[in-house]
């Protein structure tokens, strides 16, 4: 059965840092695209990163200040954030495609599983 579990989500001050769990089961965490996505209150969903092959790709407005990794021993996404601002307050969710080439980065309907989410608040 898949599963997706984020988790490390809590209320954290204005230019600290945080750093979020996915940990999967079902499926390796190394073999497919895996995304990181947010949504604010009365906002769509965006996309923050994702990792499919090789590659990482980051949403803009966190570029520099958070990194995707993935540990395969531990069946684990992560999402480090630093200097986190009260605009990336948000619930987190991680998501995962059916390849392991991620096709139109952040496009929602492109991730067929995902997880509960986890919220992060960032206020001063």
């Known amino acids: 059965q898949v599963k997706l579990e984020e988790s490390g989500g809590t209320s954290v001050q204005i230019g600290g840092s945080l750093r979020l769990s996915c940990k999967v089961s079902g499926f390796s965490v190394t073999s497919y695209c895996m995304g990181w996505f947010r949504q604010a209150p009365g906002k769509e969903r965006e996309g923050v990163a994702r990792?499919?092959?090789?590659?990482?790709v980051y949403a803009d407005s966190v570029k520099g200040r958070f990194t995707l990794s993935r540990d395969s021993a531990e069946d684990t996404l992560y999402l480090q954030m630093n200097s986190l601002k009260p605009e990336d307050t948000a619930m987190y969710y991680c998501?995962?495609?059916?390849?392991?080439?991620?096709?139109?980065?952040?496009?929602?309907?492109?991730?067929?599983?995902w997880g509960q989410g986890t919220q992060v608040t960032v206020s001063s």
């Open positions: 990792i499919g092959g090789a590659e990482t």
């Open positions: 998501a995962r495609q059916l390849s392991s080439y991620c096709y139109r980065d952040f496009e929602l309907k492109e991730y067929s599983e």
